[in-house]
């Protein structure tokens, strides 16, 4: 698993600036003004340090980008990284200002001459999450040296000190999500993957599995049949954190986890298949917030259930036309066995309700290829039965940077659905293909309790770097649902 590097604060200290080792990072407005620790640097260097901040150049700069001094004279380190803030800029800006940080001191000793920066916890948290590198599967000089560590020299540091449990109990979250969805599918089976949820029993969370046998007696033949041509048994986890009222009606989260999906029958083309290892994002994201819930020790109820499957093209797999009989007792054809992700989530959905009657309902999902010809890559599609429900997610969302946008419902859109000989069908034809498989989840959802369904498909694995994260996988998510649980269900 990757190694979170965890922040180290110390009092603001000129004197050990010339020998540190590894990078020192400087945070700057531009123009000649300098904090006591910066002018410390600029006189080492002889001048060198208000020459760049002076410059052109870093005037351009976008705030969180930086300029570099390789090999200064004067200093130990091997750089000095020039971070351009503002004194005006906000939280996203300083995670930015941090993602820059953590990006460029991978596997180095780095110090952070943050001095009374009003938005460090921003950049604490910034920089360990961009310092995420997956290399479980390296060799050799490639595997990597070891992450490295990550001291803040501030004014306030035994406060800053005292937030470092909760910061790293985020960053531990995005980062099992992202372990989860970057792994190969060979290696997170169903079975590897509901053991590591298993471990979490170690935090205090209680997790069960349900196996084949136990679906099977609880009637959900949606899911069973999505999985029915995969040597992976299928599996439910369920992971409870009761850090609340005993009384109190816990949030829950439901994720989609299909640890590798060809379609089935219904297969995929080649050309970009091996990305399906992420099918299970959703899964992944419900799993690092439950982690982040217990390591924060959060005064709330939440459950977390995870659907664990396997969509393969066998001699017993699923084919287009089956009819499968879903938890709820509704009927389904299939018309589509790559639109697999909702018939998971529909018998787990019911399993959530009718077991733990919850406050609240939320579903995680790389769902549909629609949804990233809608939004793209920059948000996740949002769907709700409930306008209040949905404001304090959405509200999360843009506290921490993570682009959610909501779409519609409708009841005109149910038309896509119907189905000549069962129920309904689990498609709804190209248009509004993200709408009519929300649409369908709905119908899973009992009547007066609120939902929302995330649809991740465009967000969950990215192919280039962001501010926050290598390319690969993001854990989107995992910060905004902390969020809503911190802002909402904590008494």
Not at 219 to 241: D, H, I, R, T, Y
Not at 256 to 279: C, H, N, Q, R, Y
Not at 384 to 389: A, G, I, K, T, Y
């Amino acid at each position: 698993m990757t190694a979170i590097v965890t922040p180290r604060f110390i009092p603001v200290d000129i004197e050990p600036i010339a020998s540190a080792e590894g990078r020192i990072v400087v945070l700057a407005e531009g123009g000649d003004r300098l904090d006591k620790a910066a002018r410390r640097v600029d006189r080492l260097t002889r001048g060198a340090l208000k020459r760049l901040v002076s410059s052109e150049a870093f005037g351009k700069l976008d705030v969180g980008d930086a300029a570099e001094l390789a090999w200064p004279s004067g200093m130990a380190a091997e750089a000095v990284q020039v971070v351009r803030i503002d004194r005006k800029m906000g939280a996203e800006a300083a995670r930015k200002a941090g993602g820059t940080i953590g990006a460029g001191g991978k596997g180095k000793p780095v110090l952070v001459l943050a001095g009374s920066q009003r938005h460090t916890p921003e950049i604490v948290l910034g920089a360990m999450l961009a310092g995420y590198d997956f290399r479980d599967h390296k060799t050799g000089e490639a595997a990597g040296a070891g992450p490295g560590s990550l001291t803040f020299a501030v004014s306030n540091a035994e406060a800053l000190q005292a937030q470092a449990g909760d910061l790293t109990a985020v960053a531990e979250g995005v980062f099992f999500a992202r372990d989860l969805v970057n792994e190969p599918a060979n290696v997170l089976t169903t079975t590897e993957f509901a053991n590591r949820l298993k471990g979490l029993n170690e935090l205090g969370l209680k997790v069960s599995v349900l196996d084949e046998d136990k679906l099977a007696s609880l009637g959900m033949g949606a899911l069973l049949g999505v999985g029915q041509g995969s040597e992976s048994p299928s599996k439910v986890v369920v992971m409870e954190w009761k850090g609340g009222a005993k009384d109190a009606a816990p949030l829950a989260l439901v994720g989609k986890g299909v640890v590798f999906d060809t379609g089935g029958i219904s297969i995929k083309p080649a050309a970009g298949m091996e990305e399906m290892t992420m099918d299970m994002g959703g899964a992944g994201t419900v799993a690092g917030v439950m982690k982040t819930l217990a390591l924060r020790k959060a005064p709330a109820n939440v459950v977390g259930l995870v659907g664990l499957v396997e969509n393969m093209p066998d001699g017993k797999a699923q084919r287009p036309g089956d009819v499968v009989r879903s938890m709820k007792g509704d009927t389904i054809e299939v018309i589509n066995t790559d639109a697999e992700g909702r018939l998971v989530l529909a018998d787990v959905l019911w399993y959530a309700q009718e077991t733990f009657k919850p406050a609240g309902i939320v579903d995680l999902a790389t769902l549909t290829g629609a949804c990233v010809i809608a939004l793209g890559h920059e948000n996740a599609g949002v769907f709700s039965n409930d306008d209040e429900f949905v404001k304090s997610f959405l509200k999360a969302a843009e506290t921490e940077g993570e682009g959610a946008w909501r779409l519609p419902l409708g009841a005109a859109y149910d038309k896509q659905l119907k189905s000549r000989v069962a129920d309904m069908k689990n498609v709804g034809g190209r248009p509004g293909g993200a709408i009519t498989a929300a649409q369908f989840l709905q119908r899973f959802i009992r009547e007066g309790n609120p939902w929302i369904h995330l649809d991740i498909a465009g967000v969950a694995l990215l192919s280039e770097d962001t501010a926050l994260a290598p390319k690969g996988a993001t854990g989107w998510f995992v910060r905004s649902l902390d969020r809503m649980v911190r802002d909402g269900y904590e008494g």
